[in-house]
């Protein structure tokens, strides 16, 4: 999640708001192939694989939906909790890291999200300063930047994106299935947030979308961090979205234009119908915009 930007746009009281609420979240579960599925409704977009090596989670959603998780979890299969990915540190994805270590998952992650989870990191955007995590809730393995894993006769292939919207942010591609997580590098009919108090940044958000579309076949199942499952045109059409965005924002910014001056341009104008209706809105995407331009 979700709000984002300069001070002018940022958004005080999202954090404890969405962990309040997370208890009367309601949880979607959709069936995808190669007996993958995906859980919506309690932060980031949660992958779980069943089968006989225990469940294996992508992401872990917010603690506090934990009892509609574990019921959601438990109707997928009887398998116990054995391994969780976090596709990047966000509280929104790892909030449920303590609990599933609890019921038995072994953590894997990208550095850096050990890193941010391992001290008090604060997310400007959010105007919100995180607690040090418990140990429970800590990457218990780290990687820099490619591991591969073998679970449940799945090939799952893990990739550091480099800075994007963090710079703790991996994609978690099943390649026998070509189903791909790519965290929030991506969200599907919103506009993203950035964080640039960890590492994240408008120009790395493009790269990681052209690393994400230069994977993408015409068949792939797309998981983006936020949003309906995907495939390769929506992920075309926000990169079009995106790097048209960043062009139109720097060219005003470097005409000298204030943010105020370039939100009351509207250079998202053509995409806000589609793509502005979620939990970023225009002049806060714009924000995020200019503030990496
Ligand atoms: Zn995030």
Do not use: C
Request: charged content about 20%; hydrophobic content about 40%.
């Amino acid at each position: 999640m979700l709000f984002g930007g300069t001070e002018a746009v940022s958004a005080p009281g999202l954090v404890e708001k969405a962990r309040n609420t997370a208890a009367s979240a309601t949880i979607t579960v959709h069936r995808l192939r190669g007996n993958i599925s995906v859980l919506m409704g309690a932060g980031g977009n949660i992958a779980v694989l069943p089968g006989s090596d225990g469940k294996l989670l992508i992401d872990a959603g917010f603690a506090g939906a934990r009892p509609k998780i574990a019921e959601a979890l438990a109707g997928v299969s009887s398998d116990p909790i054995k391994n969780l990915i976090n596709t990047h540190w966000h509280f929104d994805h790892t909030d449920g890291n303590d609990w599933l270590h609890s019921a038995g998952a072994t953590i894997l992650a990208h550095e850096n999200t050990r890193k941010y989870l391992s001290t008090a990191t604060r997310v400007d955007g959010w105007a919100f300063r995180f607690a040090r995590s418990p140990a429970g809730a800590l990457p218990g393995e780290v990687f820099s930047t490619e591991r591969t894993l073998e679970l449940n006769g799945a090939n799952i292939a893990l990739k550091y994106y480099g800075p994007a919207h963090t710079d703790s942010d991996i994609s978690v591609h099943f390649t026998k299935a070509d189903i791909i997580h790519v965290g929030d590098t991506f969200w599907n009919g919103y506009y993203p947030f950035i964080d640039y108090s960890t590492g994240g940044s408008i120009d790395g958000m493009i790269r990681a979308t052209e690393a994400n579309l230069t994977k993408v076949t015409d068949k792939m199942i797309v998981i983006p961090g936020h949003g309906a499952i995907g495939d390769k045109s929506q992920l075309a059409s926000y990169r079009d979205l995106l790097a048209a965005v960043r062009d139109k924002v720097a060219a005003l910014k470097k005409q000298g234009k204030t943010l105020d001056e370039i939100v009351a341009a509207k250079p998202t104008a053509a995409w806000d119908a589609k793509w502005g209706g979620g939990f970023m809105n225009p002049r806060m995407f714009t924000g995020l915009v200019f503030e990496g331009v």
